[in-house]
């Protein structure tokens, strides 16, 4: 049995399918009178628009495609919500995939949504290779998030993750800590300025960069914790980690736990993103904080006007991050 029809709609109300489609379409040549009319028809026999057809029939989509780099970290769920209060703003509707941090994965899912012919996609951290990004912005307007681009049809929002580390080994230096790992993000694009800010911010306060090979997982987190443990004995341990995300912190400060190590007593940890995971209580992370909501609001403000302004330009969004001390960090007992 198939649901009610726009022909449904139109034969209810007594108006024809066109104007039907007007309404429906949000279309300011209908009049309120009729407007009104359509949209009780359609409230009276349950009727929801198909919107992959309806932006197959329009050259102008109100679909926006995302694709989420991986559904389990927070700081993506935080951006999507901060992009669908712009949407609902801006009069669009959000399709989300993800392609679980693989590059084939994220290749199928791309397509996926550009079946879908939206008005434009917005890709958060992906890992697509760059011709696939390019293929994409010809077609519609493209805005990655947490990924940088010299690609002049492709609109990008990111934070200041150099300075986001270098706050983090300050903070660390000011309690007193001298022994201060970084676990790296490992092949995420936002790894190398956390990487080069913390080394440089290692340098400038006199002190040995290590950095650790990891990810912005919670199972890489435990992992470079178990290498660390293997290379430095306990007098030796360094006294504070600098993790790649919020993700790999939690997951670091679990495999510290097993070993014996308290938190921050033994060894102090530090997050990155400072997402709804950090400010659990009972995790309580100090971490440096992205305006997670303002990336998805300006990603979608960035689409928009592509969209509906014609701008052509490329717009570069950079935010400044900031220190969020939690109860993770102290003094080291030396």
Known sequence: MTGPTMEDVAARAGVSRALVSLVMRNSPKVSEHRRRAVLQAAQDLGYQPHLMARSLASRTSNIVGVMVSDLRN??????????????????????????????????????????????????????????????AAQRCPVVLVSRASSLPEVDTVNDDGELGAALAVDHLVALGHRRIVHLDGGGAFTAAPRRQG?????????????????????????????????????????????????????????????AGLRVPEDVSVVGYDNTSLAALRHVALTTIDQPRNRIGQLAVAALTERLRDGRTEPVRSRLEPSLVVRSTTAAPRD
């Open 74 to 135: 927070a700081f993506f769920a935080d951006v999507v919500e901060g992009m669908d209060e712009a949407a609902q703003d801006n009069g669009l509707e959000l399709i989300l995939t993800t392609g679980r941090r693989s590059a084939d994965r994220e290749g199928t899912a791309l397509t996926s949504l550009l079946a879908f012919r939206p008005g434009g996609i917005i890709l958060l951290s992906p890992v697509l290779p760059t011709a696939s990004i390019r293929d």
């Open 198 to 258: 913390y080394t440089a911010a290692m340098v400038r306060h006199g002190l040995e960069p290590m950095v650790i090979a990891s990810e912005h997982t919670d199972e890489a987190g435990a992992a470079a914790v178990r290498s660390l443990l293997n290379l430095f004995s306990p007098s030796n341990f360094p006294t504070a980690l600098v993790c790649g995300n919020d993700f790999n912190a939690v997951g670091a400060m679990s495999a510290l736990t097993e």
